[in-house]
C-alpha cells in the first residue's frame, strides 16, 4: 500500500471511530428527559453526568497520550474505542442514576484515549498546509455524529425507551476498534515542514509556546459554548419553547448535520487557502467566526418567533466554522516529538475550562432561575473565544512560501 492510500485510509477508518465517538457521546443529550422522569432528577444532576464524562476525560488524556509519544498508536486507539463501546452497550442494564455516572466515566476514560491521540497520528500522514482540510473532513464527525445521535436518540428513545439508542450506536465501534490495529504507523514527524525549537518541541518550552496557549484558551472558550448548545438545545425547546421530545431532537439534529456539515468542511477550507496570505490564517478564520456566532446566540436564546430556528442554525454553522481551523493551528503550533502530550494537555484545559462544568452551571442556573437565563453564559464564552483568537493571530509559526507553492 502506497504512503499515500495509507494517509488516505487512515482518514477514512479515524472519520468513521470519530463519528461513532459522538453518536455515543450525544445519544445522552437526545433523551435526558426520559432518564430525568424515570430517576426523578434534577436539571443539576442531568447536567453532572456530562460534567463528569469530561472531568474523567480531560485527567485521562494527559496520563495516557503521553505513552503515545513513545509507543504504538494503533494499539492504544483501538483499546480505547473498544472500551467506549464496551461501556456504552452496557447501558442496556443500567438502573440507576449512579450506575448511569459510573458509564459516563468509563466511557470518558475510553474516549480520551481515541480523541488526544488521532490528530497527531494524522499530522505525520499530511503536511502543515492542507491539515485545515484533513482536520476539516476528521472533525466533520463532531457535527454529523453529535446530529446523528440526536436523531437515533430522538427515533428510538421515543419508540423504544432510552437505552435502546445507547446498545444500536455501540456495535460499529466494536468492530472499527479492530480496524484501527492494521493501520501503518507513520514515522513521527514525517510530514513536518516547519522547523523545530524549544518552544514547540519539549514539555519545558511548551509553557511559553503563546500560539499553542492562545489556541488552546480560544477553543477552551468555544468548547464551553458547543457544550452547553449541545446538552441543553433539545431540552430548551421542550421545555422553553413547547416542542415535543422528537420533533426538537429532529430539528436540532437536522440543523446539526447541514450547519456542521457545511461550516466544518468549508472553516478548514478557508483557512487552507489563506495560508497562502496570512500565517494566521487558521486563527483568522476562526476569530471571524465566533464574533459572528454572538449575535445568533442571543436571537437563538430570547426570540420566540420563527426567527429562532435560523438563528440556532446560524449559530452553529459559526461556531462549528472554527473546528478544523482551530484543530489545524493546534498541531502545527507544536512538533511531533511532543504532539500527543501537547494534545492531551489541550483536551485536559478546554474541558476543565469549558464543557466539564458548562452543563452543570447552567443547570445549576436554571435550577434557581430558568434555563434561558443558564443558556446566557454561551454568550459570554463566545466572545471571550473571539477576543483570545483575534490576540493569538501575532503568534502563529511562520511557514515559508516555498512549502505552500510545494502544496498546491
Given at each position: ?8 485510509v487512515a482518514l477514512l477508518l479515524l472519520t468513521a471511530l470519530n463519528f461513532l465517538n459522538y453518536i455515543d457521546r450525544n445519544v445522552l443529550f437526545a433523551v435526558q428527559p426520559l432518564i430525568q422522569k424515570e430517576f ?350 483575534f490576540y493569538g493571530m501575532h503568534f502563529a509559526p511562520k511557514i515559508s512560501n516555498q512549502q505552500l507553492a510545494a502544496s498546491n
Amino acid at each position: 500500500m502506497s504512503t499515500k492510500t495509507s494517509a488516505t485510509v487512515a482518514l477514512l477508518l479515524l472519520t468513521a471511530l470519530n463519528f461513532l465517538n459522538y453518536i455515543d457521546r450525544n445519544v445522552l443529550f437526545a433523551v435526558q428527559p426520559l432518564i430525568q422522569k424515570e430517576f426523578h432528577l434534577d436539571d443539576a444532576q442531568i447536567g453532572f453526568l456530562t460534567s463528569a464524562f469530561f472531568v474523567c476525560y480531560m485527567v485521562a488524556a494527559p496520563l495516557i497520550a503521553p505513552l503515545a509519544d513513545r509507543y504504538s498508536r494503533t494499539w492504544i486507539m483501538g483499546a480505547g474505542a473498544f472500551v467506549w463501546s464496551v461501556a456504552t452497550l452496557l447501558s442496556a442494564v443500567t438502573h440507576n442514576y449512579d450506575e448511569l455516572l459510573l458509564r459516563h466515566v468509563i466511557v470518558g476514560i475510553g474516549e480520551a484515549t481515541f480523541v488526544a491521540i488521532s490528530p497527531a497520528f494524522l499530522a505525520d500522514h499530511f503536511p502543515e498546509e492542507i491539515r485545515g482540510r484533513v482536520m476539516g473532513v476528521f472533525y466533520l464527525a463532531t457535527p454529523v455524529g453529535s446530529a446523528f445521535g440526536y436523531l437515533i436518540g430522538g427515533y428510538l428513545g421515543h419508540r423504544y425507551g432510552w437505552r435502546a439508542p445507547f446498545m444500536v450506536s455501540a456495535l460499529p465501534g466494536l468492530l472499527l476498534a479492530f480496524g484501527v490495529l492494521a493501520l501503518r504507523e507513520p514515522a513521527r514527524g514525517a510530514s513536518d515542514r516547519i522547523a523545530d525549537s524549544v518552544e514547540r518541541g519539549s514539555i519545558r518550552g511548551l509553557i511559553h509556546n503563546k500560539a499553542y496557549w492562545t489556541v488552546t484558551l480560544g477553543t477552551a472558550m468555544m468548547t464551553f459554548a458547543v457544550g452547553g448548545l449541545q446538552v441543553w438545545m433539545p431540552t430548551f425547546l421542550v421545555r422553553m419553547r413547547h416542542l415535543p421530545l422528537d420533533r426538537a431532537n429532529n430539528i436540532f439534529g437536522g440543523m446539526t448535520v447541514v450547519s456542521g456539515t457545511v461550516a466544518t468542511l468549508l472553516g478548514g477550507w478557508i483557512g487552507d487557502r489563506l495560508l497562502r496570505r496570512t500565517d494566521a490564517a487558521y486563527q483568522l478564520v476562526s476569530a471571524i467566526g465566533m464574533a459572528l456566532a454572538i449575535p445568533a446566540v442571543v436571537v437563538a436564546i430570547y426570540y420566540r418567533g420563527a426567527g429562532m430556528f435560523p438563528a440556532i442554525f446560524l449559530g452553529e454553522f459559526f461556531l462549528l466554522l472554527n473546528t478544523a481551523p482551530l484543530n489545524a493551528a493546534l498541531v502545527n503550533s507544536v512538533s511531533a516529538r511532543i504532539r500527543a502530550t501537547a494534545l492531551a494537555v489541550n483536551i485536559f484545559t478546554i474541558h476543565l475550562l469549558g464543557d466539564a462544568f458548562s452543563p452543570t452551571l447552567i443547570g445549576v442556573i436554571s435550577d434557581h432561575t430558568n434555563l434561558e437565563i443558564g443558556m446566557t453564559a454561551m454568550v459570554v464564552a463566545v466572545a471571550l473565544s473571539a477576543a483570545i483568537l483575534f490576540y493569538g493571530m501575532h503568534f502563529a509559526p511562520k511557514i515559508s512560501n516555498q512549502q505552500l507553492a510545494a502544496s498546491n
